[in-house]
């Protein structure tokens, strides 16, 4: 799976609050504090809550099709800390020969691959290429088409 932008996470991104959202609740309920007053005045910050080390965070955009069976689909942004040592089961965004690619880091016979969600890729033997690990897949932010 190849990419086409890389791009740079900010170091100290603006703050942009969103509010928090709030339960529903019932509204006839007499005597008793509204839950949602505990929820009055935050907010959420997609930065903290996705970005755990801004200096090595990076985001990428997604194209092809080969990580569609682990909800990874074309046009998702990827949200990589190259700061997390891969472990077998982490996704990884890696080159492969010089290629970017995102796959799954498995063991398969004691012996390191990169793998697909999709059966029509084979597993790549990372230890007979040259591969370089650039950071694990922490979040997918997928848009619906609306």
Known sequence: MAHDTLIPA????????????????RADLLGFP??????????LDLNERLVKRSASTFFMMVTGDSMEA??????????VDSSIDP???H???ATV??????????LLGNRPYLTSGNPRYR???????ECQAWGVVRAVIHDYPV
Not at 34 to 43: L, N, V
Not at 97 to 106: H, M, N, S
């Open 10 to 25: 900010h170091r100290e991104p603006p703050l942009l609050p969103l509010p928090f959202p709030l339960p529903l609740t």
């Open 34 to 43: 509204s839950p949602a007053q505990d929820y009055e005045g935050r907010t």
């Open 70 to 79: 682990l909800g990874i689909q074309e046009g998702d942004l990827l949200v």
């Open 87 to 89: 472990r077998p089961g």
């Open 91 to 93: 996704i990884l965004v």
């Open 97 to 106: 020969e010089g290629e970017l690619v995102v796959k799954r880091y498995e």
């Open 123 to 129: 597993p790549i033997p990372a230890a007979d290429l």
